[in-house]
Structures are given as C-alpha cells and as structure tokens.
C-alpha cells in the first residue's frame, strides 16, 4: 500500500510539472485533402457524311483533337439540342440597304429551318440593346415576337449587344450555345478599345458565333457617295402621264435616263468615306470572330441571297456535338493566360467534321 500510494503521488506531480512548463500534447488531426483543379475545354464540333448530311453516332474514339500542335483525346462527345441567340441590328443613323423588314425575314427564315427541339431567344439593339424574347422552342411566340416587338431606332449599340449576349449565353446552363448576328457590324460610338475588349471575352467562351452581315451590300451601295456621285435618280421634270402627251421627240428628251450628280459637299463625302471605312473595319472583324469561333460568315451581295443562305446556317448548327477534353497544358502552367488554337479532325471512314477554335483562355481568380 505505502508503494503505490508513492507510485500516484510521483504522477500526479509528474503531470503538475508537465502543465506547468507549458508541454502540451498535440491532438490529432484529420489531414487536409488536395485539391487538383481540372480545367476542361469544350467545343462545337460539326459532323456531316460526304453528302452533306448530320453524322449520327459519333463517339470520342472517332476524334482527334490538336490543340497547339499536341494530340489530345476527346474525354467526351453528346448530341443535345442547340440554343441559339439571334441578335437583330435594327438601328443605325447612316444605311442604305439594311432595313429592320429585311432583318426581321432573314431571322424568320433561319428560324424556319432550325430543328423543332431547338431553343431560341431573340435580342435587338439600336439605341440599346433589348432582349424581346427568352429561350423557348414554341416557334409561334418567337416569330410573334419578331414582328411585333421589334423596332427600329437610330442608334448603334452594338459593343453593348455583343457584351449582354455574351453573358447571357455564357450563364446558360446548357452547352452548345450559338449566337446568331443579323448586322452591318459598326457601332455608333465608335469605341474601338470596347469593342476589342468585346470580342476578346466573346471568344474566351465555348459559344459559335455565326453572321449574316450587310457590310458587303452597304459599301458598294455608298461608294460612289464616297466620290460625290449620287445614284439617286434626280426628281422628274414633269409626270409621267405628261410626257406620254408629248411629240415623239420631246417625249424621248423626257423620258431618257438621267446624268448622275455630282455632290460637292465636302462634309457629305467625308462622312461617306468614314462610313466605308467603318464598314470594311467590321467585316473583317466580324470575319474574324466567325472563323474563330467555328461559325458561319454570310457575306451576300443581295438580302435575297443572305434569305436563301439562312438554311446553311441552321444547318450548321444543328449538325453540332459538344466535345470536350482536358489540355495537356494547363492554364496555371502559362501564367494564368494562354491562347489555344483547336482543331478536331476524324479518324472514322465517311466522317467529315468542323472545329476550328481561337480560344482564349483566362485563369479565373
């Protein structure tokens, strides 16, 4: 007994002297799990047989994407229906050609021959940018909302339409998103550091971008302003049914085609040129932002033929798969930024495909 009431007292004064330099136990604790963080690409790819037709059925192992010159191998390929954005210019001080009745058959048109499951939302912009109708596939509330709650305005805005629709699309929880411009491409600001910023986010995003552009038919139609020479026809000397009463050769004097004017206002042609100048800027960067996207760039020389061409669009659209895959290299590796240019080629007989991508790839903080 005496033994081990010695032996307690020795711990109970070991333990005091061990609280009292301050020793304290460490307690376990659970081990903090890593973190990898996966960055992940994702593209519309285009599929078509050697008819032109949609590929059905196809598969990660038929693919072969290049990104930068490095193979990668699709992690995966769905088919699901497309949303599609289409934004009509249904402004601008300075047109000749482009009218919003124009506009409105072109969409009406691309709209027609889109598949039924797909979505479609419908944006405007003039003075400022509108959407007049959300994401539905009821086509009937679409087409109504192009007719009646379109309308035409002065103004420009097209830094600001292409910034909303970005966001708008790139919120969307769904992929294979396509934006659809109806548009001459100028803005009437004339904000070129905007509009650059403007593109560059558009094209750090997954979404196609596809254009049916004016600027073609806009800038040949002023050219001749550009000189001080007006195609418009001077007024008629007198009434048709007046000159008909004439002798035969004041009646031929009457009638004969007129001389073009010459225009000498100075003010008049320089903003002519600035407005050709304006235009042949925006084609090339509406150009720019189709190809680098995998969309479509519709340049025609009449609005019958950019109507005849809405079909080839929708059918590039819904010929779309989303793939997806992880880069090699990723992101942290260049510093927080990098541009990753993507093509995707097949390796399955009878299987043509389209991807061409500038990406542009920003760390998010």
């Known amino acids: 007994m005496p033994c081990l009431l010695s032996f307690v007292l020795l711990a109970l004064l070991g333990s005091q002297s061990l609280a009292q330099s301050g020793r304290v136990t460490p307690t376990p604790t659970p081990e903090e799990p890593i973190k990898v963080e996966t960055e992940e690409i994702k593209l519309n790819v285009l599929a078509f047989d050697s008819q032109g037709r949609f590929f059905k059925d196809v598969s990660a192992n038929d693919l072969v994407i290049t990104e930068n010159d490095i193979l990668h191998q699709p ?7 497309a949303n599609v954005l289409i934004v009509l210019d249904t402004g601008g001080e300075m047109r000749y050609l482009k009218s919003l009745d124009k506009t409105r058959q072109v969409a009406r048109a691309l709209i027609g021959a889109l598949g039924a499951e797909d979505n479609v939302a419908i944006m405007q912009y003039a003075d400022t940018a509108e959407l007049i109708d959300e994401f539905t596939n009821d086509r009937r509330r679409t087409l109504d909302a192009i007719m009646k709650r379109t309308k035409f305005g002065r103004g420009s805005a097209l830094i600001e339409a292409v910034t909303m629709a970005t966001d708008m ?19 009437g600001r004339n904000r070129s550091s905007a509009r650059f910023d403007a593109f ?3 094209m750090a995003t997954d ?15 002023i ?16 009434p048709d049914e007046v000159a008909k009463q004439l002798p035969n050769g004041a009646r031929d004097v009457a009638t004969a085609p007129k001389m073009v004017t010459i ?8 903003s002519m040129k600035a407005r050709k100048a304006s235009l042949d800027v925006a084609e090339a960067e509406l150009r720019k932002l189709a190809d680098s996207t995998n969309g479509e760039f519709i340049l025609p020389t009449s609005v ?19 793939v997806t895959y992880v880069p090699k290299v990723p992101i942290v590796a ?14 399955r007989p009878g299987l043509e495909v389209q991807a061409r991508r500038r990406l542009l790839v920003q760390e998010t903080k």
């Open 75 to 81: 992690a995966s390929v769905r088919r699901i229906p």
């Open 169 to 187: 699309l790139r919120n969307l929880p769904v992929d294979n998103r396509h934006l659809v411009f109806i548009t001459d491409g100028t803005d």
């Open 200 to 202: 560059q986010k558009l």
């Open 207 to 221: 979404i196609s971008v596809h254009v049916f552009s004016y600027t073609s038919m806009e800038s040949t139609d």
């Open 223 to 238: 050219e001749p302003r550009t000189k001080g020479i007006s195609k418009s026809p001077p007024p008629k000397a007198m």
């Open 263 to 270: 225009n000498t206002d100075r003010t008049f042609i320089r």
């Open 304 to 322: 019958d033929e950019m109507i005849e061409k809405a079909p080839l669009v929708a059918r590039m659209i819904d010929s779309a798969y989303v």
């Open 334 to 347: 260049t510093r927080g930024l990098a541009e990753r240019k993507i093509e995707v080629t097949s390796k």
